[in-house]
């Protein structure tokens, strides 16, 4: 009997080792935070220089002042690589469709400094939104409970909003499906397929 429970708390490390030592980041996400009210407003900076102050909605987010736009809000990470590898592919669909939208990167999964993450912007040409805020994990829990994602979650990751409500988005994993979000590195094309519907264009 002691034999099976140490093999069944040795498995469990290595279970535990081997999921967090993978290429993908990964982290439990219990949702216990502070919940935003309607009508709150969350003021950001970004290390690329402005401002602006997302609006918690019934259901969602919107910009103050920019409420006709999608809102896309990416979770990323200065060390996480495909986070780099989309990073200037991310500034051109925001610079091909500034008119209709806009995008808000959030940090997460670490503590940097401003400068840290406008280095990050500077070498991979992440020119949009970058906040560095310790808001961002209270405004990505927000995010993750309000689509009812699961407990487990990796970098990068992106929900998408019109008129503060969740989108649902071409999965590109399971190809014919639809989901609130984004997961992993995903082709800028298919996000412009997705805004395109979005918009009706």
Excluded at 70 to 85: H, R, S, V
Excluded at 99 to 117: M, P, R, W
């Amino acid at each position: 009997m002691i034999k099976k429970a140490l093999f069944f708390s040795f498995s469990c490390i290595v279970s535990f080792v081997l999921v967090a030592c993978s290429n993908e980041e990964v982290i439990q996400n219990d949702f216990l935070f502070d919940e935003y009210h309607i009508g709150d407003k969350i003021t950001l900076s970004s290390v690329n220089g402005g401002e602006k102050t997302l609006v918690r909605t019934e259901k969602g987010f919107v910009i103050e002042g920019e409420e006709n736009k999608i809102l896309m809000i990416d979770f990323f990470g200065t060390f996480c690589a495909p986070c780099k590898e989309e990073a200037s592919h991310l500034t051109k669909l925001w610079q091909n469709n500034a008119k209709d939208f806009f995008i808000i990167g959030l940090t997460h999964f670490e503590d940097v400094s401003d400068e840290v993450v406008k280095q990050f912007a500077d070498d991979f040409g992440a020119y949009y939104f970058l906040s560095n805020e310790e808001e961002n994990a209270r405004i990505i829990a927000q995010a993750l409970k309000d689509i009812e994602y699961p407990n487990m979650e990796q970098l990068p990751f992106k929900v998408v909003l019109k008129d503060g409500n969740y989108q649902e988005l071409s999965d590109f994993w399971n190809k014919g499906m639809m989901a609130h979000f984004y997961l992993g590195k995903v082709p800028t094309s298919l996000m412009q397929e997705d805004l395109n519907r979005i918009l009706g264009r």
